[in-house]
């Protein structure tokens, strides 16, 4: 959702070749000129393992073209096409991009479709392992066992508690914790976050299929005290997820 009143909505290179690797590149526009999310001057980039989505420009709307050079795309998921090397143009299956969750469904084409050789860290955004089933996937997401939400966290706000998993998966628990132990505890199921006494916990059906994400939606009582941090963790079959921190203000 970045903007520009030139080309090159989300990124604009004068005279410089970066490595653009892992990136989700959605919503960017440029109001004239050329590259929705991308485009420069004498420039050449290599472009790897990215998706470029539902960006907007009068010219080259995703990826714009060079004035002396043009960029380098290989493993990409860019709407319209690219000519590259593993290359596609498919609906990436995110999550919810009308609620900016950009996060990978297991049905996603963009999932284990990357370029492993490519790989600049062993780590998505939000510190998950990638590689994590096989192969690496295109995007700044690695669909991983995953705890998070979106939503309004304010008192009479409406958030939604998302889980993810392969589909099937089962148990799925989730609890609230009194605190945040550092460091966590180590288990035989991956490290525990959260401090007792346990304030709350939910117990939901199996990792649905095929997209492989649960939701669970909760609404605050408008009364609810501010500020307040709320940390969760889930167990979705035999392991625990990350530590999820919820501060309601």
């Known amino acids: 959702n970045n903007a520009t009143t030139g080309s090159g909505g989300g990124i604009y290179c004068f005279i410089c070749s970066p490595d653009i690797v892992n990136n989700t590149f959605v919503g960017n526009t440029a109001a004239s000129g050329r590259g929705g999310a991308i485009t420069g001057n004498n420039y ?5 393992n990215s998706i470029f989505w539902g960006n907007s420009a009068p010219s080259d709307p995703e990826i714009g073209l060079g004035t002396y050079n043009d ?7 860019v709407k319209g096409g690219w000519t590259g090397t593993g290359n596609i143009d498919a609906d990436p299956l995110f999550v919810d991009p009308a609620d900016n969750d950009f996060h990978l469904t297991f049905t996603s084409p963009c999932k284990d479709t990357g370029d492993i050789s490519a790989l600049t860290a062993l780590t998505d955004f939000e510190g998950d392992p990638r590689i994590a089933f096989g192969n690496v996937d295109m995007g700044a997401d690695e669909f991983y066992t995953h705890l998070y939400w979106t939503g309004d966290a304010t008192p009479g706000g409406n958030v939604a508690l998302k889980f993810v998993g392969l589909p099937g998966t089962t148990p799925v628990q989730m609890w609230l914790g009194s605190g945040v132990m550092d460091p966590p505890m180590s288990t035989q199921y991956g490290d525990w976050f959260l401090q007792f006494p346990l304030l709350s916990k939910i117990v939901l059906g199996p990792i649905p ?3 492989g994400v649960q939701v669970f939606p ?3 009582p408008a009364n609810t005290p501010t500020p307040l941090s709320l940390p969760f963790q889930a167990g979705i079959g035999m392991e625990l997820t990350n530590l999820s921190m919820m501060d309601i203000e």
């Open 44 to 48: 050449q980039p290599n472009i790897v």
């Open 71 to 77: 960029p380098t795309v290989t493993y990409c998921d």
């Open 209 to 211: 299929s095929p997209h």
């Open 218 to 220: 909760f609404t605050f």
